[in-house]
């Protein structure tokens, strides 16, 4: 076993696992990575993870198989799968001509790659969009015994870019009969032209609004979003425009997901418009605001008990680690359930990290519920619970002082960690102490998610994790998130994948997620306190394996 820089005597290890239960799951990754052979990227396969070659390909997140990835889009259920779409270009690891690359799952946890859904033509590359099931027929595209999947799409003309137009892109629509196996593109493309008042005129979310039998679309639009009501899909007006004087504007806004929520708890609800930006997150980059408010069929106002909040260009951050870009949400998923799904990455450094048969990731499918706590109306996010089919070797979390460090032997494989952590902890609110959980390798390479008493905030520092100079913009300084809930009980909810960690903090109140990449893998994980004692109230902590 390799040395490792820790006090094992103020804390003993804490093992998970038993040499039976490390051969067995070496024997299953050997198994998951000999059954994955390489496949063309445009034909079905499994999305399992590939084996030691590929140090930094997830186990439990979804990767293309090759080529570039960014926004997940036309997410959308149906019939008991869960189908998502995603700007995909299969020729390159960079970004290129946008397809819609295609996956489906029947679990949200395990993924299986389908044939490119959309390709480029005349009008245009495929950009992000979104997709509905129009039971109604309202399109006529389908038939009453056989309702089409409809997506809308953003066309981008690459030629009336290149000639300096303001009209590069414009909406269209294409429609599906066979659950979303093949689509064909709506004869009358595009179905809302540009306007030619904003070059940026893109990322249509569809969402129906029954109580004024209608279709709406919400659109980023430059600096604001623009909203548009159909009846059936294919002519549509202009609504309204929101944006001026709220949230952040440091840069181009992309990637609207909006809807209706009920609020937790009570029988209200609530308009929530999720505002991707790039760049203008608080810790660099691309990142995704959201807005809380009501929507009267032609234009959204915000509740006075978020808007208390924003303006005077503050924004409310739906993750505030520097990897979670352009999500968007499921639409028709069953039970009234809104699950998300975001690009695991930063247009800061996107196309710089260093992987090469594949670049990108999803974030985890994550759970959205809508709260009302003292200071209005907020998001709370967790991962779905789809994902507990991954725990194995469950280990509880003593309670009692944490001094320096308590090891935590939860690794699933015997190349890196993966990973689930819930650990609840008390710090003084006098104390300068910093607690969490540390990631190594026998490089001395590190990375630290945990909080920092004194400054308040959480805090995700990947600085010393390994590989860091492809991008000056990837690790030059640590991310932290002021924390927002009350009390002295912080709670810490971390799932560890290879190459990323996401945290939801404080019940889900607060989320980070970020990516590293360290020289070799991080194959050690402990928990850390500095500066004073951290009373650790208990938790759990499991290995995770596909």
């Not at 809930?485 to 889900?508: N, P």
């Amino acid at each position: 076993m390799h040395s490792r820089q820790h006090n094992r005597a103020t804390n003993p290890p804490m093992s998970i696992r038993t040499p039976k239960i490390v051969a067995a799951l070496a024997v299953l990754t050997l198994q998951l990575a000999c059954a994955n052979p390489a496949n063309d990227a445009k034909q079905p396969q499994s999305a399992a993870a590939s084996g030691t070659s590929e140090p930094y390909r997830p186990r439990f997140h979804f990767t293309p198989d090759s080529g570039w990835m960014n926004d997940p889009n036309g997410l959308v259920y149906y019939v008991g799968t869960w189908h998502l779409f995603y700007q995909y270009y299969p020729d390159s690891t960079v970004w290129g001509p946008m397809h819609w690359g295609h996956a489906t799952s029947t679990d949200l946890v395990h993924w299986d790659h389908q044939p490119i859904a959309l390709a480029p033509d005349s009008l245009g590359y495929i950009f992000s969009g979104s997709a509905v099931v129009d039971t109604a027929n309202t399109s006529g595209l389908g038939s009453a015994a056989n309702p089409p999947l409809v997506a809308m799409f953003t066309y981008h003309d690459m030629a009336a870019e290149k000639a300096g137009s303001r009209r590069v892109e414009s909406q269209a629509i294409a429609s599906s009969l066979d659950s979303g196996r093949t689509w064909q593109k709506y004869a009358g493309n595009p179905v809302i032209p540009n306007p030619g008042e904003q070059k940026d005129f893109r990322d249509p979310k569809l969402v129906r609004d029954d109580a004024r039998n209608q279709w709406v679309v919400a659109l980023a639009v430059g600096d604001h979003a623009e909203f548009w009501g159909s009846r059936d899909l294919r002519s549509w007006k202009r609504l309204s425009t929101f944006g001026a004087g709220y949230g952040s504007h440091a840069g181009v806004w992309e990637c609207p997901d909006f809807r209706p929520m009920r609020v937790q708890g009570s029988g209200d609800t609530k308009w929530v418009l999720i505002q991707n930006i790039n760049p203008g997150h608080p810790n660099g980059g691309s990142g995704a605001q959201y807005f809380v408010g009501d929507f009267d069929g032609t234009t959204f106002t915000l509740d006075t008990r978020f808007a208390a909040d924003v303006g005077d260009g503050k924004a409310i951050w739906l993750d505030e680690g520097r990897d979670d870009y352009a999500g968007v949400t499921w639409s028709n998923a069953p039970d009234g359930r809104v699950v998300f799904l975001g690009w695991m990455s930063n247009w800061s450094y996107a196309q710089q990290v260093p992987t090469t048969r594949w670049r990108s990731a999803t974030t985890v499918p994550r759970e959205l519920t809508l709260r009302l706590t003292p200071r209005g109306y907020r998001l709370v996010t967790r991962p779905v619970r789809e994902l507990e089919v991954l725990r194995s070797g469950e280990a509880p979390i003593a309670e009692g002082a944490l001094a320096g460090t308590r090891e935590l032997d939860a690794h699933s494989t015997p190349d890196a960690v993966t990973m689930e952590l819930e650990l609840a902890f008390v710090v003084s609110r006098d104390a300068a102490s910093r607690a969490g959980l540390e990631l190594s390798n026998p490089k001395g390479e590190r990375f630290r998610v945990g909080y920092d008493a004194a400054a308040k905030a959480y805090f995700s520092d990947r600085t010393a994790a390994g590989k860091i100079d492809f991008s000056p913009d990837f690790a030059p300084r640590v991310s932290t998130a002021a924390r927002q809930a009350a009390g002295d009980t912080v709670r810490m909810h971390v799932l560890v994948d290879v190459a990323s960690m996401e945290l939801f903090a404080d019940d889900g109140l607060q989320t980070m997620t970020e990516i590293f990449f360290p020289s070799s893998p991080f194959d050690h994980a402990a928990l850390f306190s500095e500066g004073g004692d951290v009373k650790l109230v208990g938790g759990k902590v499991w290995m995770l394996a596909r």
